[in-house]
Each structure stands twice: as C-alpha cells, then as structure tokens.
C-alpha cells in the first residue's frame, strides 16, 4: 500500500476491557488468568476471537477444530492472544424442516457474541451453507474487522457416477432410479460413498459459492476458498488467517463498511454469475448489504447478469468438481479473467486492492476457467424475472434449464404443499404432460421457512419417456446443487396472499426469458375477485424463535433478513459510568 492509503492505528477496543487499572479492569484482567493469560499479555497485546461453527453433527463443518487450532497459532506468532467461540452449527442435510430460518439466529448469535466480548478482531469459521451467510451478517452488523475462513470442498470418492458423486449426482442419480435406469444396489453403493470426506459441497453448490464470493467481496485471503477440507494447504491458509487476523487487531482496519461497499457487491455477482453459481446467493448477498447499508436490489443482479458470461466449466451447470476449478487457477485466475468487468479498486482483507490481488494469477487449464468470448454455455446464467405472478421479482438458474423452457407457455398444475407433492406427483388423474408448468406455494419464508423444495421432482411416467425437465415455479428455494427449469424465490409469497395465491388449475402461465416476464394469464377482474376470496391460513408457530421469525421475516426480494436487523447501528459498549459494571461480582 502506498503511505496515504494506510490507516491510521485506532486504539484498541479490547483496551477498554484490560487496560484500565480499577476494579472492572481488576476483574476482567483476573478472570482471564485461568485461561493462562497474565495482565501483562492482556495490557498489551490484541485479541481476537476465533467464532467456530464446528459440530460433530454437521460434517461440512467437521474440519473446523482443526482450522481453529492452526488459526490459534497463527494468531499467537503474531502477537494477539486467541479466544475460540463456539457457536450454533446449522447442518444443511439435518435439520427439519430447513436450515434456512436459523441463518438469522446464527448471525444474531455472531453479531452479539462480537459485541459483547473485547474482541479486536475475529476470524469466522464457516462452511455449510448457511453458516457462511450469518457468520458474515452477524460480523458485518457488529462493525468489529474480520476475516473469513471456509471449511473447504470434501472430497468425493470415485464411485458409481464417477464425477457425480456429489449432491449434484444425488438429483440425477435419483431422476434415473425413479425412471427405471439404474437399479437399487448402485444407488445403495452411491450412498455409502458420496459423503466420502469431510467439507462442503464439492460442486458450485451454496455452500462453494458462498466461499468463493468471499473472495471476491474481498473478506477472504485470495486463493484460500477452493482447498479442498482434507489437503493440508487449508491448514496453512488456517494460519495466515490468524496471523493477518492480528494486522488487522491492531489496526482496526479494515472494518467490515471499509470492504462491504456497493464495489465489493458488483464484484461479487459478477463472480457469481460467472461461475453458475446458486440463486440462494442471491438472498445471502441482498441480506448481507442490507446489514451494511448498501441499497442492493434484485435489479442489480440482473443487470450485472446480462453482461457476464458463464466461464467456470463447473456443475452443476458445468462439467467438472470445484477441485479442478481450483488447480486450474482458483478465484484470484477467475476474477483476473473477469476484470474489465470489475471494481479492481475495491479493498480486500489482506490490505491490498483488487487489481493487486490479481496481477500475479494466471489461467492454468482454459477448459475450466474460459476466456470471456468462449463461454462454457451461451446467455445469462441468472436471470430475474417480473410480472403480475412476482410483482416483487422472481429469480432463474438459466444456465442449468433446458433452454426450450427459456420462452414457455402451458397449464399450472398445482400443489398446497410439498407433502401433496411426494403423495400425487405421480397420479394420473393430474394429467400433467411434458408442457405443464408445475406449482408450489405457501414454501415461501412465512409460509414455510422457505426450504429448499423448488425442484418438484417431475411424474414418474414421463420421466421413462425421457423427460428430464419441465417448468416449475414456487416460492421456495432451491438447492444450489440442483438443475432444471426453476423460477424461484417468488415475491411476494403465498401465504401473505402474493399472487402466486391466487392462481388455480388449469389458469395458463407464461415464462418469457429473454424479456424478462412471468405472467398469469388472467384477466385483472377476475384476480380482483379471487383475491377477495382468498383468506390467509393461521399460523402454526405461536411461541419461541420461529415465532419471531413469521413475524419478522422480510420477503425475497429484500434478503429474508428480520426487518429490524437492517443498516447498522453505532457498536454499544459500555461506557463511562457503565464500564464500572461488572457482571457476577
């Protein structure tokens, strides 16, 4: 960095916790004897916290002790003093209904665990899905620097499906089972392989996404989201982590406002865009900029969308795992592929500029990481979508649709809810055909928590026709490992009588890609009349976090983020006359 772009050095906010000689000072600086730290250690030198989301339970995540231990030394040869944190570990494949509702406790977990203790800095541990999105949102509303540390892709073992023996083979292998095409016994052998290591998803699922758009938002160290969990290259990056975590202590910079700027958000959908990546990024990256005050919209994403190719060859929409994605160059060879399309004077963590960040990288295989003019599939690879079915927009995984369903027109079939689903998708009766759009609703974020059930698996007897898609359209999400035509995340929802409640078997709908459109092909006079019918079902949740969550949740559009956790307020420590508070004396 050149002199005038260094920060200044802020006094250290663990100061107010040790560095006082009285009695709360007394306190604190003794308590913390038992953890072998002397006042001497704590009078001078910076903490940081080290927030893991570690579990035995959630195997994304399941390398994170690991990475907390490296990270502690880092932090300890640099000079700062480590204090590990659990918190909530949100498994994606385990938790009932979703995972999704509990990225907003986690990430209020994370901002007043920050809060609340003298952090001067810390590293946040994360890797499934949801535990990237909260631990970022929670960090970035506490304003305290920090740096981000994936858990890194497991390691599928080569196996029935060779190269998809991953969540992206699980939806193939179970389309052909349920056509006729494979038999139980290699499903059964795929199932006892394809959790082979731990780490998350191996594919440019959420959780693979999310990683590498940290390093494009700048708030990873380059190069360090695409290690695979069990090479040992993420243990060094472990701890760097914890060492650059002690710079940036000291310092107090950069904070999370200095990084998490409207630059670092183009940057990141550029990212996503180029590497096909999951629509659940969408509503992550509309939460997180709400949380920093940055007026990012549905919009933006299409805008931005429109000009950037599709050039990581990776499934689902490619061909290969996030491994070859990574020996082919990693983000930092992406990002120098992608930079006229860039900010390349955005800030990044490790003090330098983006434009310094790549200088250095270099394409190694351009059959996974393609040039801008030879893209790995024509057109957008995320689109959004409005009309009088999504006033408040909708979204589309394009590059993973069959492209004959860009431009759709057909009957709505529609189902309740998703146990309808699993009990009539498959009976005749619903005369459901190759050109049917299929419909759920009320899987929206107060209808459902909004799951992951936007790919409706499609009837079995067209399936052995050798149907492999059709148009579905719901509120809910979809797994960022999933395929197929479906327009998702529709605003506004169901369950607070959005439109999509209003439609009935048999109405016509049609998708138009290219001009952006979702209409229901309905005359206004007759939606007028239903929606005066229409009537809001009770709420199941009537006490605790989830009830909290219906009634705070905002819609897709806006993040799914709780409407009064939006912008962020000035940190709130205790201060003069409070600072002689002393909790438990």
């Not at 940081?48 to 995540?61: A, K, Q, R």
């Not at 670092?264 to 996503?272: E, G, P, V, Y």
Request: net charge negative; proline share 6%.
């Amino acid at each position: 960095m050149d002199d005038e772009e260094k920060p200044d050095v802020r006094p250290l906010r663990s100061a107010r916790w040790f560095r006082k000689d009285d009695l709360p000072g007394f306190i604190h600086r003794s308590t913390l004897a038992a953890a072998g730290w002397s006042r001497e250690d704590l009078m001078e030198r910076p903490v940081v916290g080290i927030l893991n989301t570690w579990s035995d339970i959630n195997p994304c995540n399941l390398n994170l002790r690991t990475l907390a231990e490296e990270a502690r030394v880092g932090i300890i040869e640099a000079g700062g003093i480590p204090f590990e944190v659990p918190l909530m570990s949100l498994s994606e494949n385990i938790i009932k209904p979703t995972s999704f509702p509990f990225r907003n406790l986690l990430a209020m977990e994370a901002e007043e665990t920050i809060r609340a203790y003298p952090f001067d800095a810390v590293v946040l541990l994360g890797g499934c899905d949801k535990t990237q999105p909260a631990l970022l949102m929670g960090a970035a509303s506490a304003g305290v620097p920090f740096i981000f540390l994936a858990s890194g892709p497991a390691t599928p073992r080569s196996s029935t499906g060779g190269d998809l023996a991953n969540a992206t083979g699980v939806w193939r292998l179970v389309d052909n089972l349920r056509a006729g095409k494979l038999s139980e016994g290699d499903f059964g052998a795929f199932e006892r392989t394809v959790m082979g290591t731990p780490g998350h998803c191996a594919e440019m699922g959420t959780a693979s996404t999310m990683a590498v758009i940290c390093e494009a938002l700048g708030v990873s160290l380059p190069g360090s989201s695409l290690v695979p969990a069990i090479d040992r290259r993420r243990t060094h990056y472990a701890r760097e982590v914890g060492r650059r975590s002690v710079q940036i202590a000291a310092a107090g910079s950069p904070c999370p406002a200095e990084i998490l700027d409207e630059r670092a958000f183009d940057n990141a959908i550029t990212l996503l865009c180029a590497v096909g990546g999951s629509t659940n990024t969408i509503i992550h990256l509309l939460a997180l900029a709400g949380r920093v005050g940055v007026p990012l919209t549905l919009d933006r994403f299409d805008e931005i969308g429109r000009r950037v190719p599709m050039i990581a060859n990776v499934q689902p929409a490619g061909e290969h795992l996030t491994e070859r994605l990574m020996t082919a160059g990693g983000v930092p060879a992406l990002l120098k592929t992608l930079a006229p399309l860039l900010h390349l004077d955005a800030r990044t963590i490790d003090g330098r500029k983006m434009a310094d960040v790549i200088e250095s990288a270099e394409v190694l295989d351009t059959g996974v990481i393609r040039q801008l003019d030879d893209p790995v599939r024509p057109g957008e690879a995320l689109v959004v979508v409005r009309g009088n079915l999504a006033p408040d927009g909708a979204v589309m995984k394009t590059c993973a649709a069959d492209p004959r369903l860009l431009r759709h027109r057909g009957r709505a079939v529609i189902f309740e809810d998703v146990q309808t689903i699993a009990d009539r998708i498959d009976d005749p009766a619903l005369g459901i055909d190759e050109d049917s759009v299929l419909i759920l609703r009320n899987a929206g974020p107060v209808g459902a928590a909004m799951p992951e059930w936007g790919m409706l698996p499609l009837p079995r007897h067209l399936m052995e026709r050798g149907v492999r898609d059709m148009l579905r359209i719901s509120d809910a999400r979809m797994s960022g490992t999933a395929y197929g035509a479906a327009v998702l995340h529709v605003s506004p929802e169901a369950a607070i009588g959005g439109p999509l409640a209003l439609v009935r078997d048999g109405d016509i709908i049609e998708l138009d890609v290219p001009e952006r459109r979702l209409h229901l092909c309905v005359g206004e006079e007759e939606l007028a009349r239903r929606r005066k019918e229409w009537q809001a079902k009770p709420g199941r949740h009537k006490r605790g976090y989830r009830s909290l969550y219906n009634q705070h949740v905002e819609q897709a559009h806006r993040g799914c983020d709780f409407d009064f956790l939006r912008g962020a307020d000035e940190e709130t420590l205790p201060d003069g006359l409070f600072d002689g508070w002393v909790g438990g004396w």
